[in-house]
T-cell receptor, first 115, second 110 residues
Framework: ETGVTQTPRHLVMGMTNKKSLKCEQH?????MYWYKQSAKKPLELMFV???????ENNSVPSRFSPECPNSSHLFLHLHTLQPEDSALYLC??????????????FGPGTRLTVL | RKEVEQDPGPFNVPEGATVAFNCTYS??????FFWYRQDCRKEPKLLMS???SGNEDGRFTAQLNRASQYISLLIRDSKLSDSATYLC???????????FGRGTSLIVHP
């Protein structure tokens, strides 16, 4: 399935590096999400965008910076991360936030390791 | 109280067994309910929506109990390939963002 793609799939970075995660959805959806999933922990919602406007910022540290240039693309810019930020970062999209019946489609994730 | 609660398991069952998971939710105004499946090191994928009257998809049956605020997933004739984490998701009722449970791990062994 290629509805939601994420690059890179794997990333290893040092604490002083700056990197960006990219997500692209080909489903014509209006809402996009970033989640963090650490080992043996539940999904943690990070950011939500609706029609390119950020509608949720779930107390995420400023070393994570999202960007949504258009409704098909979502980025997560990373800088001065900590080892505890190592996790699987999942992007998702859904048709419309206003629809409670909306279902989410996830990308394959970026597995991030911070050394 | 957590918004969406699930027993993390793992549920360890033999092939062919019937297994059921429950998920409770705290927002009585919630309107939409789903089960997602997540395989090891993969992304979550929608398994099925849960309708008020209950619904079935092959070996999988989902039920909603609004009075007690829980949903359930029943898997009959378990297969090895059913081994995964099953995530309960609740939406609506003033929140426009789906709320995920922590997931229930199922291991089906030969």
């Amino acid at each position: 399935e290629t509805g939601v793609t994420q690059t890179p799939r794997h990333l290893v970075m040092g604490m002083t590096n700056k990197k960006s995660l990219k997500c692209e959805q080909h489903l014509g959806h209006n809402a996009m999400y970033w989640y963090k999933q650490s080992a043996k922990k539940p999904l943690e919602l990070m950011f939500v965008y609706s029609l390119e406007e950020r509608v949720e910022n779930n107390s995420v540290p400023s070393r994570f910076s999202p960007e949504c240039p258009n409704s098909s693309h979502l980025f997560l810019h990373l800088h001065t991360l900590q080892p505890e930020d190592s996790a699987l970062y999942l992007c998702a999209s859904s048709q419309d936030l206003a629809l409670s019946t909306d279902t989410q489609y996830f990308g394959p994730g970026t597995r991030l390791t911070v050394l | 109280r957590k918004e969406v609660e699930q027993d993390p398991g793992p549920f360890n069952v033999p092939e062919g067994a019937t297994v059921a998971f429950n998920c409770t939710y705290s927002n009585s105004a919630s309107q939409s309910f789903f089960w997602y499946r997540q395989d090891c090191r993969k992304e979550p994928k929608l398994l099925m929506s849960v309708y008020s009257s209950g619904n079935e998809d092959g070996r999988f049956t989902a039920q909603l109990n609004r009075a007690s605020q829980y949903i359930s997933l029943l898997i009959r004739d378990s297969k090895l390939s059913d081994s995964a984490t099953y995530l309960c998701v609740v939406n609506g009722g003033g929140s426009y963002i789906p709320t995920f449970g922590r997931g229930t791990s199922l291991i089906v062994h030969p």
